[in-house]
């Protein structure tokens, strides 16, 4: 899944965004006589770039992630997430960052 834009909070306060994010399943596969069945090992998701309004307490924050659907932004994620942020606010962060799902 990708998408345009998402935010991150944390306390329920919005502490920044982030840009072209996707949506990325590791899959483990399990073979049984009579099948094939596939299991989410790990989901991690990805930006281009992020920003801070301020700094984090932990690396445990919410994302939420949209996309544009007829001209809209849409909500259609959301989800608890560990990232490396780092400490830079109110300037964009031209680097990817990489966001583990918590289960």
């Known amino acids: 899944m990708q998408g345009e834009i998402g935010t991150f909070y944390q306390d329920s306060k919005q502490l920044g965004g982030f840009l072209n994010w996707s949506i990325d399943l590791q899959l483990n596969r399990a073979e049984t006589p009579d099948s094939r069945v596939y299991k989410v090992h790990s989901i ?5 770039r992020f920003w801070l309004l301020e700094t984090p307490t932990d690396s445990e924050i919410t994302a939420h992630y949209y ?37």
Not at 44 to 48: I, Q
């Open 44 to 48: 991690k998701s990805t930006s281009e």
């Open 67 to 103: 996309q544009l659907i007829k001209d809209r932004l849409v909500l259609v994620n959301q989800h608890t997430v560990t990232a490396d942020l780092g400490k830079t606010i109110n300037k964009m962060v031209n680097r990817p960052l990489v966001m583990t799902w918590m289960n």
